[in-house]
């Protein structure tokens, strides 16, 4: 088949090959683009239903249209071959990444399994159930968006299903839910099932049921609950196996009704996860010094072994950056949706560094101490470098806290913690003075006039900036507050996780509450007095231009949540993601564009020092560096 032209397409190479046929990379000479074309296997085109079912499954992919559904372009029957012609995606399956790294990353995962549960809700509510969800019918593309393929055998809830009952079992056995199993009517909850033990597989490197029988396996699938995966590996919470137990429909707490109920826990989790991952559980405090060690070491040998991966897979894409940017331009009517690109080379005067620190904690906050810099992590990491990023080496901080924000204070820097403390560190990152404020999460802090602190159960604290003595505010919401700017004298925004911003003018007697997004609102930040923007899960960025009355929303092109937004001066700002994205901004905020950076760890925080060197922290003791 390779070097044979059918109707307008050239095929050029074997992509793989499945139940159904083969997958082939074609050209599509007509409109200049390539493409994957699935040519159905010439044996099973003498059974008229497998080739009627074969056009249903053209049909039913392409009325789906989603960022993360790959698109269906057309259907070819010729006498040479019978097939469809699809979206080609330069990337690999997520059976291929588990194929070449064993286990994938936890928090790489998660998110991948959110952006497929995006497309999962919708084609629920579009009456489709997929019905053949596995690592092999997803994809993940050079830019780390997740596609979903073969809606083939799905079927339209809403069609006579005459055609797709006859015969034989759909599905792989290793993902086939119960139902499937007993031959009885798909529902949204088949697909969730098959995700819950795809990400089972993500993690562990295979599905939980693995008997040498069919019958073995349809039994465990019916019967059985899936092992550990936190008993097998130190770095997975408690909270993953309920996540995937409430998937396969075994809970005892909660089982999902539907891609929503699943998604939004995978958010909850991702958000608490820095907590859970250092919060020592029994077992764990039960175990003598040496498993401790054992512990701990493995501990370094994964984030050994993540922080290798995000080089090596760095160090590729740099060599195949400069194509990816041309293809991105040249090929812009293929979608019109793509991501806009700024280039790496023309903005950053070199390649992005990655700085070593080996230590799997997540980095939460960085600030800039004197002539020093200071890293804020889970687990009480506190990193200094005193080299302008050119090493960091950890200091003795003596403290199980997680960091979640640093800021200046004259001269010196002051830290809040998980545990509702706050500690004042001088430029060499020794403890001046710590305070016991409150028993919360204390997330954020701002100081101009005044110093606010806003933090979890929507504790707002006010100091005087001589005193560190710090008063409750009255506050707008009870649930977590993640980020609070002083306006002025006693005015001040907070925004969380309601997804509602709060202004006031008179320090909390009362609130103005903007309702602006359904998931949660992470990060404020003001470029002067009426200009500021606030940002946060699912991609959502708002701006406002009269000091926080009114907000309008931004468009920018990720779906992931808003970890950072800076800007260095009125024209250029900088955001990063949980996707391990950044954005920049050359006109206030009016447009963001993607830099390509390949990284698949969550981005927390930006620093830029006045030298123009640019910093980017995330999990797993990422540190980027490079000069703008
Ligand atoms: P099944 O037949 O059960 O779906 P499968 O998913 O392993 O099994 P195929 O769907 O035939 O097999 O796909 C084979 C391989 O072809 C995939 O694993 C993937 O590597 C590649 N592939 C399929 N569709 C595309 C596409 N649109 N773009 C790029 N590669 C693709
Ligand atoms: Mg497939």
């Not at 293929?334 to 690109?341: A, F, G, I, L």
């Not at 979640?404 to 204070?409: A, D, F, G, K, P």
């Not at 202004?503 to 903007?514: A, Q, V």
Request: aromatic content about 10%; glycine content about 6%; charged content about 20%.
């Amino acid at each position: 088949m390779v070097g044979k032209r059918i109707l307008n397409y050239q095929i050029i190479s074997l992509l793989g090959e499945g139940g159904m046929g083969s997958v082939y990379k074609a050209y599509d000479l007509q409109l200049e683009r390539y493409v994957a074309i699935k040519i159905i296997k010439p044996k099973l085109l003498k059974d008229p239903i497998f080739v009627e079912r074969f056009r249903i499954e053209a049909k039913n992919q392409a009325k789906l249209n989603h960022p993360n559904i790959v698109t269906v372009y057309g259907f070819i029957e010729t006498r040479e071959a019978t097939g469809f012609v699809m979206e080609y995606v330069d990337g690999s399956t997520i059976s291929q990444l588990i194929t070449t790294y064993g286990r994938l990353d936890l928090i790489y995962s998660l998110r991948v399994l959110q952006q497929v549960l995006l497309a999962i809700d919708y084609a629920h509510s579009m009456g489709f159930v997929h019905r053949d969800l596995k690592p092999s019918n997803i994809i993940i593309d050079r830019n780390g968006i997740a596609k979903i393929m073969d809606f083939g055998i799905s079927k339209s809830l809403n069609e006579n299903q005459r055609i797709t009952r006859v015969g034989f079992n759909i599905g792989t056995i290793h993902y086939m839910s119960p139902e499937q199993i007993k031959g009885l009517e798909p529902s949204p909850q088949t697909d969730i099932y098959s995700l819950g033990i795809t990400l089972y597989e993500m993690l562990s490197g295979s599905p939980p049921f693995t008997s040498k029988s069919d019958y073995e396996i349809y039994e465990a699938h019916l019967k059985m609950i899936p092992g550990k995966l936190s008993e097998t590996f130190p770095e997975i919470p408690n909270e993953v196996d309920d996540l995937i137990l409430s998937a396969l429909n075994k809970s005892n707490k909660k089982n999902f009704l539907n891609a929503y109920e699943f998604r939004s826990s995978i958010e909850q989790l991702i958000f608490n996860l820095p907590l859970l991952v250092s919060r020592p559980s029994v077992n764990q405090s039960q175990t003598t010094s040496i498993s401790q060690k054992k512990t701990r070491s493995a501990n370094f040998i994964v984030a050994f072994i993540v922080l290798l991966t995000v080089l090596i897979i760095g160090l590729s894409y740099v060599l195949v950056e400069k194509f990816i940017i041309k293809e991105k331009i040249s090929s812009s009517s293929e979608n019109e949706s793509e991501v806009n690109y700024l280039s790496n080379e023309n903005y950053f005067s070199a390649q992005w560094q990655v700085v070593t620190t080996n230590i799997p904690a997540n980095l939460n906050t960085i600030a800039l101490i004197g002539s020093n810099i200071i890293v804020g992590g889970s687990n009480g990491v506190v990193l200094l470098s005193k080299n302008n990023g050119q090493s960091f080496s950890r200091i003795n901080f003596n403290e199980k806290v997680d960091i979640h924000s640093s800021t200046n204070i004259s001269g010196k820097v002051l830290l809040t913690t998980s545990d509702g403390r706050i500690f004042l560190l001088d430029e060499k990152g020794k403890i001046i003075q710590s305070i016991k404020l409150i028993d919360e999460n204390l997330l954020s802090t701002d100081i101009k006039d005044k110093i606010y602190i806003c933090g979890s159960d929507g504790i707002i604290l006010k100091s005087e900036k001589s005193k560190l003595n710090f008063e409750k505010i009255n506050s707008p919401d009870k649930n977590t507050l993640f980020d609070i700017i002083e306006l002025d004298n006693s005015s001040f925004i907070t925004c969380g996780w309601n997804g509602s911003v709060y202004k006031t003018t008179n320090d909390g007697l009362n609130f103005r509450e903007s309702k602006l997004s359904q998931s949660y609102l992470k990060k404020l930040f003001f470029i002067n007095q009426f200009l500021g923007f606030v940002g946060g899960a699912d991609g959502n960025l708002f701006k406002t231009t009269d000091t926080g009355e009114s907000w309008t929303k931004v468009k920018i092109n990720t779906i992931a949540t808003i970890n950072d937004i800076i800007f260095v001066n009125q024209k250029t700002g900088y955001i990063v993601t949980s996707d391990g994205e950044l954005f920049i901004s050359e006109n206030s905020g009016e447009d963001w564009l993607k830099v390509s950076l390949n990284i698949k760890s969550s981005l927390n925080k930006v620093l830029v020092l006045n030298n123009g060197l640019i910093f980017l922290i995330g999990n797993n003791g990422l540190i980027l560096k490079n000069k703008i």
